[in-house]
Every structure is written in structure tokens, then in C-alpha cells.
């Protein structure tokens, strides 16, 4: 049996169409067939490539952990150097109040802890989330998810999860004294790329503090300069209680994280009752990539090139069919009519060699969200390609 063979007999399926590329190798915004076919990535493996593939960095830092050790203990016994080191630099890109890392392995993980966390800190139950939110797969964060159909095949689910509207001013009082916390993307990315405005956030963060409910922020996609910001809740000058991230994070490798501050984190050390523990969270070999994944975000200048970019996108990317293109930096979504047009331009894309992808629930629209190292050039190049393939269509 073939490789293509193998996959859809021994792996276990677990959507209608997948992509069904086989790759071999990557660097920076390519990836390499097994017959050395060049594929130009433009969904950076749902987020996560921010600096691209096998970034010299971050294989580095990796190479140079991999002769230290690899696993040692469950988190937060021992001093492992690569974890106090990501922990300090991943709060030099935060307020100051954002001061207390808790690393983990996964997005939904991270989700996880900080349900958890703001139901001990506050002692309350009620948890609000958004119509359209994707939040993990775990039961806790698809019971705060926002999308029924995912999650009817799997109720009961957590109990106490209220939905509001993204963006709705007017959902904002369902916010009350009872709520622990407010879950909220601060970009959708499955839906399909939903912006809401500054004014939202800011009487969201108010709403928040009035009720002592906790703001938790979920930049899991948007976070890690994604939308030319290292955090997107800076575009709309807010602070989350509790901020969730994952995805960019390793630079290729596995690692989450939720942040408070000590005071909220430090209900989690009242004995006798359990905090949170993970065996593999905040992996040294992970952290170590992390750490160099944000240096190279900041040395490499590479939030100052996001805007730049979007637009050479938005400016190339005009055809009659295409009716609009959401972003936040290069977090983007082209809308089409409907799935059944978009579809063929995307495998008619992966022919040509270019990879997009359409949203969870959102399936008129293709994703881009690139390498942030991707270059015009390139730029050029995958838009060239997506055109074409439009126009075989
Ligand atoms: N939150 C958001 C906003 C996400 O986009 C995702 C993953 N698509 C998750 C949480 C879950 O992350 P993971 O798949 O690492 O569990």
C-alpha cells in the first residue's frame, strides 16, 4: 500500500474532504512533494507557520535542547531553563498585569486551564461565549463553543455556558454579576474572519468590570503577530484577565499557554484542591522553539511587514466572482458564493501549487493566513495562481 493508501485505511478520518497532499519536506513558505512537486503554503498549517517552515532559529534552538534533555517532570516542579526563559518573554510582549504563564501542549488545553481558572478566581459558574466561536475540540472548550451542529452529537456538555452575539453591543448586559468569565476570540477565525470594532471591546472590557467577570481572550489564531500586532487585542487598546494562545506560539512545535496575573493564577496553588497539571505542558524542546519563534518575530521586523502584505493580497486578488475580502492583517478570507464555487478553485489552486483552505464554518471562503515571511514576490506568485485557477473553473 501506498502512502495516500495507508492514510485513508489506518488513520482515522475525520473530515469529508481531505486535502490529501503528501509532503516530505518544508522550509519557509514551501512545501516539497515525495516527486518534488513545490507547493507555496498559504494557510501556514491553520496558523501556525508564523515564521515559516524550519525557520534556521528556531531548528537552532531545538538542535540545542535536544542535546540537554527532553522530558524531565510533570509541569512546574523542576527549573527548566527553556520554560522561565519563554515565560519571561512572552510577558515582555504583555502588560504588565498579563505576568503569570501557564504553559500547556495545545490550544484546547489552554481553554481548558482558563475556564478552570476563572471559575475557581471567581467562585462563580456562568461562562459566556459567542455565536460562532471555535474555542478546541476538548468537551470543555467545545461546550464553549459556538456552533451548535458540532456540538449536539455531545450534550450534556458543560452546564452554565450562555451564548451572545460577536460585535453585539446590545448582548453586552447579558453579562451579569453571576458571570465568571467572558470567552471571546478577539478575531473569529473559523467563522470566517469577524472583526469587531474598538468600541466593542472597549464596553465589552467595561461590561467585564463592572460585573467581575473575567475578560478571556482567546488569540490562539490571531495571537503571535498573525494581524501585525504580536497580540490582536492591542488594535483595540483592551487587556484580557486571561489571555489564551497556542498555535504560532512554537514555531512548528506543540505549546499553549494561558496568562493571568499571580493573584488570579494563584488559586490554583490552594491545596487541598487541585489546580491544573500536565504531564508534557510547556514541553523544553517546544519552549525552546517558542522562545526563538519570538525572537525572530521581533528581530526579523516581521509585524512591521503584515499590513503591507494584506494589501498587495487584497490589490491582487480582484475577479467579478470574488465578492469581498475580510482581514485583520494575514488573517484573511476571500468570499465567494458558495461552497460549491470555491471548492474546485481550491483543489484547481493545490493543482497549480498553492494551498488554501476554507473555515469550519464558514465554507464560501478561503483562507489565507501565510507565513508572515512570505515575500511579494511570492505574494504575486499566489495570486497568480489563485486567479488561474478561478478562471479554469
Ligand atoms: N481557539 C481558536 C481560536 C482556534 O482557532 C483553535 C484551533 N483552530 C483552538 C482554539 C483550538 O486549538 P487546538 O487545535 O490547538 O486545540
Redesign the pocket.
Known sequence: MNNRQLFLSHLAQTTDFPLLIEIEKAEGVYMYGPDGKKYLDLISG??VSNVGHRHPKVLAAIQEQLDKYLHLMVYGEYVQSPQVKLAKALTDTLPSQLDNVYLVN??????EGALKLAKRYTNRREIISCIN??????HG?LSVGGNEIFKRAYRPLLPGIRNIVYGAFHHLDKITNDTAAVII?TIQ??AGIRVACKEYFQALRKRCNETGTLLIL?????GFGRTGKFWAFEHFDIEPDIL?C??GMGGGMPI?AFIANKEVMGVFKNNPLLGHITTFGGHPVSAAASLATIQVIQKENLLDQVEEKAALFKKLLVHPIIKGIRNKGLMMAVEFESFGVLKPIIDRAINKGVITDWF?FCDDSMRIAPPLIISHTEIEEACRMILEAIEGV
Open positions: 491553520i496558523g495545545s490550544g484546547s488545553e489552554a481553554v466561536a471555535y474555542h478546541g475540540s476538548s472548550s476570540e477565525g473559523e482567546d488569540e490562539i489564531q490571531a489564551v497556542a498555535k499553549g469550519l
